[in-house]
């Protein structure tokens, strides 16, 4: 047998790697007993040789002889043959399909000679010479490596001297003319004659194909869709079959069923007497796959029944390519057909339906990434737009609104009733009710991470950030466009966070149905009436009743938390405090954070524990009955106050000018002075914060504590669960836990309610807790994994300043596959997860695990946290129903055993 | 037997963790046939029960009695006897010394009827009335935890009524009237007469001397001293004898060799008639030990017996306490006494000579914390001196100088051979020229590790650093003291960076010769006359013969390079090049900074070629035929650049007030805001730079090679090794290499020179890179630990932040048993080196592994380094002898398999 080529017999559908998915699927059909054009396939194996050391295996031209034997037996014709030559196709074909990014030629096996005898057998000479000039011309292109405008342009000479506009209306004496002066292009071009010999051109054929796999368009196409660079391609060599013989010949293209909707029934063109590359080309308009059945019933009635067999031996929507010669069908291609988010939803549950699937087997057929498409707001596609700019695509959805260019004129407006899009060059933690309060966000500065992306993410808001060409003056409420001219506050924009695109004026919007499904706006009858949202609650359903790992929201008002509940949240994974200490509460932290004296900061300290224990009986009841993870205050004080810079050169500039700085502006910079840190994530935070403002982090602790009586007084059942943040060590843990289990004891006898079983754990977002997580175990009750701040310091960088740097050059030099921030890196941060987990469950057998992190709702990251162990998930309400399917999805794929992503 | 109790035979000196220190080497001695009054010990494990369950175990009362009545057989006396009475002494003695920091009660077992009869006895009225009135009021103070007062006063009341000054003035009168005194105040008091019942007293007081393992001194005393909390404290219960019954009575301390020199013969005071606390309460002059030889010749004889094979039994240099009773010698202590560093050196060397320990126990008996003691430049210390603050010590020596508050200063003041003081808030990497220019440097902000101390440490620069007390006006060149006195730009200020003070005008120097030795300035006549020198020679030769880890020094420049060699270094193990960016050479920076052509950058990276190759053509002349690790650039560039707050209010200034910013600073401005980073640390530096700034780290490259080969072509050897710093991928790695590689290539061919066996390799500083050590190190010929970074990603805490603002709260919480910046934290970032270590061996086995962070000359750390199995670690050059020590010290530790430190 022969090692670098298979023929269709030995070939089966599982062989991608070795065949690529085109003669894997071509052998499939044939071993199906379904006509397939005789053929062979050189390995990608042979091309890796090839691509690696500048020649094809040296065995690898007799074994294509041979084969080639095999198919002039098949077709009882021979290559070259003067009389009834045989021709051929020579083809890619990847494991991973990469439409039109590398090469195929045609009509291999036409000479001077053989024209002839196609001419004669076919009794079609313009045929004959059209398809010698094909080769030629592909065979300069793609072999020779020519000009293909070169070809081109004779052939635009022909058609003006001849008067005509199009190819079919030239005849044979013209394509003979133009066969000739092909052939004086390629050897006035190369120096040398067409070859003349068929087993030249197969063999140069093939050999420009493993070529084409390093070719500009395909080494990109393969960056962009992460396939890897040293697959190869295999090569299929066919008999060639004519779909531009005449009337009764034909070519198509068709899906099983409709692959942007699911709606079942077939779905393709047909272009009579064409071959496939004319129907790419657009030469002429194709007709529906339907009217086939008129031109020519039985092939129709013979390519139903194959697409039926097709999908039920695939058990999916398959997508194909056929032709039809002189009334015979011949199948050219078929395979898994791409869809849209909505129809792998609908075909997903169809399949079930029909018995094809099972309800594991229909969870791999979706993914998150889909459900996520299918909850954001989108602009209408038919609406008439004028585009400004082009940002990241941070935060998707379609939103439009008048720009504002300040938080508080953002809320002002919104509060009367305005819809808004807050333009920043950069947005920071104050931003934040502006942020809630509009539509949608636009900067020109920060990256896919950036805090307006993030914060913007978190709460399903529309942002597109990083838009450099547009120059957002924020003092004077201007935006310059890149063609000078200048937008103003007040004036519509429309941002779409899907593909980053920014519009001016507005642009109407549709509404997602699913979700308003998972809103539960919608009633019963809705949903059985939308095939969509009936398809996405029965996947979701199958999705809980298979996952093993739990769900939660990070929320941090009854809103978010209420909002997670209702999108299947078992809870809340992380509960921040910083945010209740914004808006109107500001002053009184300024106070806390000025305060000279002890007396002072347990004053301001005890004006905020009643505001805090509003907050949380809000929390614990619109989360009743669930637990409710607190996390204690995290971010280092000097973000409640204002920056550095700023604030220096306001006192400077009113010390020169403004009769000198006011006594409050003083004391603040030397506040901001005192506190200001080099590197504030590496500064005093979390539970350094704790352990350094005496009275913070207990007050916290009273506040939930507090709140939790009141609702068990009030007939509720709170679950709140003390989180400790940026552990590194032990200790730090355990003298925070010792404060607060005293908080416990006191409170429960304040209140007479028993509080001292709160669960008290800690954040995992430090190396050295990951690595001493045996330790903190002791103390702690559980773990939850904070990846964001994990994955910067593992790797040393920070979101805020190296995604817009660097990221982008470090994606395109394939150093990220996807940023880290986005999918967890599992050799690094992973690997750190699993130690922490390992260990911790070591000393603890019942430690408790969760994620709380961005990748909570990443779907790549969900399945490494099930194959780890976690016992939850915790991402934004939004991205809630994104982690119950994937959390189901990587249930099926343990059992499976498979890789579905 | 007892399980609680000790008798002195059951004992030997290794039982230091149950007896305590004092009852282990009581016994020791007792076993010896040293004459040691009869005595049991009560464990520690007593002691831990006691002090966790509240109570003593229930056996203990009983045990004490068993050997209670041993002690009365041994003494022919019975407790509490009214004609003859056996007293006994209840002391601390804790596992490792605390010297005062616990209690002691003497004279247990005196009441009223006793008292007579040791008055009977003793022959001696006076001195039981003493003895009685000594327990009362040591009984009253420790065991009843009265107000020592109490009883001082009634004492003074009566010298003052006598009309004498001292106690010994007073007669057995007095003393009966003052028993009866304390004993009324014990009454009212306690609302309970003093106990008569001897063992009630015994009891009380063992279970005062276990409390006061948990006094306030002693806590404190534990904390500094790094001594475990849950250790516990032995109690010594010994037969008293008396040093006080009159001249043929006597106790003292003594040496057996001059503890502060080291120098041989015995060394001790002398007190007759006298108990062990007259001693420590220098109620008399003592008198030299040599004296007691003409007093007592028979126990002097005997006294010079004992120690001289106290010496021998002990290997080392002894302290000890002995009373003589009537003529009759008694042991009440011995120990391994505490010595000066210089004479730690000088009495190892003599145990060598002497034959009693060999050269590998005498590498045990120092360590380098001294040697680095002997090194540091010093004040001294019998001049007169006005202190005026106190900061941290952070890098040793004294310096003196005028005052100067502007690195561009320092260096002129210095270059006209004035010696200057820098004195700054806190210094950043501008102030290098003047920190080199300066004796020495002072700060009013920042800790051990800021950017003033940590550089000054590099440089062997005498250091205080965070003198808060200081209120530093760099505009107007002040100074302001604590007590309101102002000192200008031009005054002479002293500083002692091995304690940290502060004193106003010159302080004289002493220098010390060891540096001299190493120096190479001393004879070899100087050195074999200098018992220190010759002493740290022959150990530093010593550690060189055992040593395994070889030693290099971080230097950036030739003077650096020579002076490491000097001190021993066998390379440079860290190279940094940022400081050749610096200086002069900073507006070729600016230039390449603000550059915004291809072309403009090229210019500027062509212009500092020759700048960098220079320097590297001096290093590797200093370095010649050893290894220099370059590290190429690190830092984020607008390092290089203005402060942003400073400019930002100096262009905001020029704009209202001064016609205008010049259009220079608004460039500057525009290029620091868009470098500025909001984590620095975390931002675009090393690898993720040269990634970034095409050209910048192959011009490097380049002028490490043409160095090279301009060396060779001189008839050199130079050694260069190519570091890329804060790699957290493999990729970054293997891209950087090949871009090394190919400049090796060109430079190779340019100057007919083979530079391609230059090794390349990279800091291990990112967790990542730690965790994925494996994969880099198919890249990377060698590995360096940066330490410093690898800590502050870790733990996730920068330097430059958290020292000053929570690392004194961490240590004093214990949640620090030292800084992890100055002793590697082995748990955490430990064992990230070992990851690293191991796995980096395992994909390439030749891999070559060193350290080039702080911690590499830091003991402790050196020890780690040295088990798991580094090649070399690299220090700063004052620091390379001590690394060498402790390198030295490390591999007789592992050969023995005891822990030295």
Redesign the interface.
């Known amino acids: 047998m022969s090692a670098y080529v298979y023929d269709l017999s030995q070939g089966n559908k599982d062989l991608k790697d070795l065949l690529g998915g085109k003669g894997a699927n071509l052998a499939e059909m044939h071993n199906m007993g379904i006509p397939v054009p005789p053929t062979f396939t050189i390995t990608t194996e042979a091309c890796r040789e090839y691509l690696t050391t500048g020649s094809e295996p040296a065995s690898l031209a007799a074994e294509i002889d041979e084969h080639v034997t095999s198919l002039e037996q098949a077709a009882g014709k021979k290559l070259g043959d003067a009389q009834d030559p045989l021709l051929l196709s020579v083809r890619s074909g990847a494991k991973f399909s990469m439409p039109g990014m590398m090469e195929t030629v045609l009509n291999i096996g036409l000479n001077d000679a053989s024209v002839e005898g196609l001419a004669a057998q076919s009794d079609n000479p313009r045929f004959a010479y059209d398809s010698y000039r094909r080769l030629l011309q592909m065979f300069g292109k793609t072999v020779l490596d020519l000009d293909g405008d070169l070809f081109e342009d004779v052939l635009d000479e022909a058609k003006l001297s001849r008067g005509v506009a199009s190819d079919t209306d030239l005849d044979v004496n013209d394509f003979k003319a133009i066969v000739a002066r092909f052939k004086g292009i390629i050897a006035e071009q190369t120096g040398r004659d067409f070859p003349q010999d068929p087993r030249e051109q197969l063999l140069a054929a093939v050999r420009a194909v493993f070529n084409s796999w390093n070719s500009e368009r395909a080494i990109l196409y393969r960056k962009r869709e992460n396939i890897p660079a040293e697959l190869g391609t295999a090569v299929n060599v066919c008999t060639m079959v004519f779909g531009n013989l005449g009337s009764k010949s034909g070519t198509g293209v068709a899906f099983t069923r409709d692959p942007a909707s699911g709606a079942q029934g077939v779905y393709g063109d047909y272009l009579e007497n064409a071959q496939g590359e004319d129907v790419v080309a657009g030469i002429r308009n194709t007709i529906p796959l339907l009217d086939l059945e008129t031109i020519d019933k039985a092939a129709y009635d013979e390519l139903m029944s194959i697409m039926s067999t097709l999908e039920t031996h695939y058990k999916d929507l398959c997508d194909i390519e056929f032709t039809v010669q002189e009334g015979k069908l011949w199948m050219l291609q078929t395979r898994v057909g791409k869809r849209t988010a909505a129809a792998a939803f609908v075909i997903a549950c169809q399949l079930i339906d029909e018995g094809i699937i099972d309800e594991a087997e229909a969870l791999r057929r979706v993914d998150g990434d889909m459900l996520a498409q299918l909850m954001f707001p989108r602009f209408d596609p038919t609406a008439p737009k004028t585009k400004i700019a082009k940002g990241m695509n941070a935060s998707p959805g379609a939103a439009t609104g008048r720009m504002v260019f300040d938080s508080h004129e953002a809320v002002d407006l919104s509060v009367n009733g305005h819809k808004v899009i807050l333009v920043r060059r950069e947005t920071n933690p104050d931003d934040l009710g502006g942020m809630i309060a509009a539509q949608g966000i636009l900067t020109s500065r920060g990256g896919k991470t950036s805090h307006a992306a993030v914060v913007a993410r978190g709460m399903g808001k529309t942002c597109v950030c990083g838009a450099e060409e547009l120059d957002i003056d924020v003092k004077n409420r201007t935006m310059k466009l890149p063609d000078g001219r200048m937008m103003r506050a007040g004036d519509i924009v429309s941002i779409d966070g899907t593909t980053g695109e920014v519009f001016e004026g507005e642009v109407p919007v549709v509404a997602p149905p699913v979700v308003q499904y998972f809103e539960g706006t919608l009633s019963e009858e809705e949903v059985a009436a939308d095939d969509l949202v009936r398809s996405v609650a029965r996947i979701m359903a199958a999705a809980d009743k298979f996952r093993r790992l739990g769900v939660r929201a990070n929320a941090d008002n009854a809103e978010d938390s209420a909002r997670a509940r209702r999108f299947g949240a078992s809870g809340v994974g992380l509960c921040r405090t910083e945010h209740m200490f914004l808006g109107t509460r500001r002053s009184l932290v300024e106070r806390l954070i000025l305060a000279d004296t002890p007396d002072g900061r347990t004053a301001a300290l005890e004006a905020l524990l009643p505001l805090q224990r509003g907050d949380f009986i809000e929390i614990f009841e619109a989360m009743d009955g669930l637990p409710v993870t607190v996390r204690l205050l995290d971010p280092p004080l000097h973000e409640f106050l204002p920056d550095?810079?700023e604030i220096?050169?306001?006192v400077?500039?009113a010390e020169?000018?403004g009769g000198g700085a006011s006594e409050e502006d003083k004391t603040l910079l030397a506040a901001v002075e005192r506190l200001h840190?080099?590197?504030?994530?590496?500064?005093?935070r979390g539970v350094?914060l704790g352990?350094?403002i005496k009275g913070l982090f207990t007050m916290q602790a009273r506040a939930i504590c507090e709140a939790a009586a009141e609702r068990i007084k009030a007939g509720g059942d709170p679950r709140p669960e003390i989180m400790v943040p940026?552990v590194?060590?032990y200790?730090?843990l355990q003298?925070m836990k010792d404060a607060i289990r005293r908080v416990e004891r006191e409170v429960s006898e304040e209140t007479g309610v028993d509080l001292t079983q709160i669960p008290v754990g800690t954040m995992i977002?430090?190396?050295?807790a990951a690595?001493?997580a045996g330790?903190i175990a002791e103390s702690a009750e559980f773990f939850s994994f904070g990846t964001n701040?994990l994955t910067?310091?593992?790797?040393?960088?920070?979101r805020?300043?190296?995604e817009a740097?660097?990221f982008s050059?470090?994606l395109e030099?394939?150093?990220?596959k996807v940023s880290p921030f986005e999918s967890l890196?599992v050799?690094?941060?992973g690997?750190?997860v699993k130690i922490a987990a390992e260990e911790g469950r070591k000393a603890r057998p019942e430690l408790h695990l969760g994620v709380c992190g961005e990748h909570g709702g990443d779907p790549a990251s969900v399945h490494f946290f099930d194959k780890v162990g976690l016992d939850y998930v915790s991402c934004s309400p939004f991205r809630v129903p994104v982690a119950r399917l994937e959390a189901g999805r990587a249930a099926v794929e343990d059992a499976s055993g498979s890789d579905t992503r």
Do not use: C
């Not at 910067?792 to 920070?798: A, C, E, K, R, V």
């Not at 030099?813 to 990220?816: A, V």
């Open positions: 550095i810079t220096t050169a306001r400077a500039v020169k000018v840190e080099q590197n504030p994530m590496l500064g005093l350094r352990l350094s940026l590194g060590d200790h730090e003298i977002e430090l190396p050295r690595l001493t330790e701040d910067q310091t593992t790797w040393g960088f920070s805020d300043d190296v740097e660097f050059n470090y030099r394939g150093i990220f890196d050799d690094g941060v690997r750190l």
